[in-house]
């Protein structure tokens, strides 16, 4: 039972542990990842349904006392997270192990891809801040592999610069710990949440602002984004879509679980700081989307700029929202990714066409917040959030960026339609296939989300903040 | 021992920073490493510095001794020692791999090449 | 540029040393201070001054194996150490120890940590002593 908690970190690691000794000259493991990956949802899932069945589950690493121990903590939203996760991270892998070439799986990109599941889902996953911390080091510390995997000019440059970023980052977050730590006395989220009620003067403000600009910096705010696009257009798109999937998703996730521990409480300086640079990172990614002509470049600016919504959200303070809008983003913009990368090379075969064309259409849609789709579901409840915390301007701010983001896809979706046609390099049924998978999964979660948001509404915004 | 520590934290985290906005890719380097270590000795000043004990549990009832410093935050220190490590070690591959590919190991040059 | 006589002497000397003195380190961990990170870099910088002093190709003859197997096979270690506690009913990563013998799984882990680190920085070390026009770039 306390176990389920651990699996998912555990399992991948297990996993790459398995491929690197078996790694001979040549190997490039495309089975044993994927097996991986299925492993992790089939163990991510059953946590999910345990824990939607019974409630938040604690784990404390080797028995030890509270503040003394790794601590992890699956709630309803974090293990739905990590499940989703794991299935879009999946589905990365299948369409990485196709369209990628030879030399870079012979690197270890699977049991690379391996590390960044085990260290997201126990970033996800971990109840206390410095374990956060630790999680979320290793798992950026793995995707800097990934991004500079091969070894190109571009994606060396690229991957120094969003290494060095990165450190900055990290060394303001291990700041914040530190001085956490030394302020409250605990490091367990929901215990400093309590303690902060009682505190008052400066250093709360510093404690949260530090760690404000750590997370800001991961999860590509405003000023801060430009290491976004490189990092995300230099490496070949099976990489990018992984990464899309996880890096920025886990960091906006950690800013929600340590904002709501570290910030002042209610109407704090640090939550409005988030809405208006959160607006301003929507409209600038989006705008910038539209200047750029390359469809890769494009996507990654979108990212930005969704993640720029994501951050309103969280400086909102409406939990339910931004765990809805991480979920949606996640699988929609992997969606986007991945026939990206199917870009080119569908050749003949219509149907495959049909469906990688098809995919690029719906998850745009779904990016833009039109009907059908999960992005509509959390757009509106977002919009629905906004107005109830009084904030016309920035609910305003996120619908502009949408109808940019939609203009910029569509344009998009045009140019690769002709692009497909031309030229011919052939591709197998696999990545068509994910492609179809993924809109369908958009499609559905438009569809059925009516119950299921209410549920997730009253779990959520309890469990998450607790 | 209290003033001594914040002092050395500000002077490795402005020499850090004055070391970052170098060209040169090892100088920007070792000024993270700097930046990282004096984030290391901030946590590890954040508990508070006692010059009685180490934390180890000793005697039959493996008590901690009277006095003894929180064994909290050296073990975050140590685990952010060993992250910033293996970042570090990271770093040096990527910058050598880097500068090899381009010849040149002057940042801006670096980056106008790979626009090119 | 050819390393010095007293560093090559040196360095044959050192290598055996340095590698039981981190045993030993290793084994001190289990009540007091030292363990597996710090006999693992130990370790690690023996063999590296052997590269240094000889070649990057001499020293990886004195490796057991691969780097790579090296750490697969600690990370494999600590994984394993964790999962002792489950036939016991405890939680992942619970010390199981043997009272007689005063042994547990925090020694495997610590076991798997040394050569976790010790691979790591072989891999590291072993491919920046490499000089220019040395095999393997």
């Avoid at chain 1, 959200?313 to 339910?320: D, F």
């Avoid at chain 1, 870009?343 to 049909?354: E, F, Y």
């Avoid at chain 2, 140590?78 to 910033?84: D, H, W």
Wanted: hydrophobic fraction near 55%; glycine fraction near 10%; proline fraction near 5%.
């Amino acid at each position: 039972m306390t176990w389920l908690p651990v699996l998912p970190v555990v399992v991948p690691l297990a996993m790459a542990v398995f491929m690197a000794l078996t790694t001979r000259f040549g190997s490039e493991h495309r089975v044993k990842g994927i097996i991986g990956g299925l492993l992790h949802a089939t163990v991510s899932t059953l946590l999910f349904a345990t824990v939607a069945h019974q409630g938040t589950i604690e784990t404390r690493l080797g028995s030890f006392p509270r503040p003394f121990t790794i601590f992890f903590e699956a709630t309803p939203a974090s293990a739905g997270l990590v499940a989703l996760m794991s299935w879009v991270v999946t589905a990365a892998l299948v369409v990485a192990t196709a369209t990628m070439d030879r030399p870079r799986l012979r690197r270890g990109f699977h049991s690379i891809a391996q590390v960044v599941l085990a260290a997201a889902s126990g970033a996800l996953l971990s109840g206390d801040l410095f374990n956060l911390f630790v999680w979320f080091e290793l798992m950026l510390t793995a995707s800097f592999v990934l991004v500079t995997l091969g070894s190109t000019p571009a994606q060396l440059a690229s991957g120094f610069k969003y290494l060095l970023i990165s450190l900055m980052a990290s060394v303001f977050f291990l700041c914040a710990c530190g001085l956490a730590y030394g302020w409250y006395g605990n490091l367990d989220l929901a215990k400093i949440a309590e303690l902060q009620s009682s505190f008052s003067g400066p250093g709360p403000n510093m404690i949260g602002g530090l760690a404000l600009v750590a997370l800001a910096i991961k999860s590509a705010m405003f000023p801060m984004y430009a290491w976004l696009p490189d990092a995300y257009t230099a490496p070949p798109p099976g990489i990018a879509a992984l990464l899309a999937a996880v890096s920025t998703k886990v960091a906006a996730f950690a800013l929600l679980r340590i904002g709501t521990a570290l910030f002042p409480p209610a109407g704090g300086l640090w939550f409005d700081i988030l809405v208006w640079a959160g607006a301003a990172t929507t409209i600038a990614g989006a705008l910038a989307a539209i200047a750029i002509n390359d469809v890769r470049r494009r996507l990654a600016f979108l990212l930005a700029s969704q993640m720029g919504t994501v951050l309103v959200a969280i400086g909102l303070q409406s939990a339910s929202v931004v765990v809805l809008l991480i979920a949606h983003e996640m699988v929609a913009m992997a969606g986007l990714f991945f026939a990206v990368a199917a870009l080119g090379r569908t050749g003949s075969s219509p149907v495959a066409r049909l469906a990688v064309g098809g995919g690029f259409l719906v998850c745009a849609l779904a990016v833009a917040g039109i009907p059908p789709t999960s992005g509509f579901v959390a757009k509106f409840a977002f919009v629905q959030a906004g107005l109830l915390a009084e904030n016309p301007l920035a609910v305003g701010a996120v619908l502009l960026s949408s109808l940019l983001s939609l203009f910029a896809l569509l344009q998009a979706w045009q140019s690769t339609a002709h692009e497909s046609e031309k030229s011919g390099a052939k591709l197998g049924w696999t990545v068509p296939a994910v492609c179809a998978a993924t809109a369908a999964l958009t499609l559905a979660g438009g569809l059925l989300a009516g119950p299921a948001v209410s549920g997730l509404k009253e779990t959520v915004q309890g469990e998450v903040l607790r | 021992m209290t003033i001594v520590l914040p002092a050395l934290v500000l002077v490795l985290f402005a020499s850090g920073l004055f070391l970052i906005q170098r060209h040169t890719v090892v100088k920007v380097l070792f000024g993270i490493v700097l930046i990282g270590n004096a984030a290391n000795l901030l946590v590890f000043s954040s508990a508070g510095m006692r010059l009685a004990a180490p934390p180890i549990l000793e005697g039959k009832d493996y008590a901690m001794p009277p006095g003894a410093s929180d064994p909290v935050a050296q073990a975050l220190v140590l685990t952010a020692i060993v992250i910033s490590f293996a970042l570090t070690v990271l770093a040096l591959a990527l910058a050598r791999r880097l500068s090899q590919s381009m010849g040149d190991d002057d940042l801006d040059k670096i980056d106008e090449e790979a626009e090119l | 540029m050819i390393p010095s006589l007293v560093l090559r002497t040196w360095a044959k000397l050192l290598v055996p040393l340095t590698f039981l003195f981190s045993l030993w380190i290793l084994y001190r961990g289990h009540n007091s201070p030292g363990g597996g990170f710090a006999g693992g870099i130990l370790a690690a910088t023996g063999v590296a001054l052997y590269g240094l002093a000889y070649s990057v190709a001499e020293a990886r003859k004195l490796l057991p194996a691969q780097p790579l197997a090296l750490i697969g096979a600690g990370l494999g270690f600590s994984v394993l150490s964790g999962f002792v506690a489950y036939f016991y009913n405890r939680t992942f990563l619970t010390g199981i120890w043997n009272a007689d013998l005063k042994i547990g799984t925090p020694l495997l882990f610590d076991i798997g940590v040394y050569l976790l680190v010790f691979g790591v920085l072989m891999q590291f070390a072993l491919t920046f002593e490499r000089r220019i026009g040395e095999e393997g770039e």
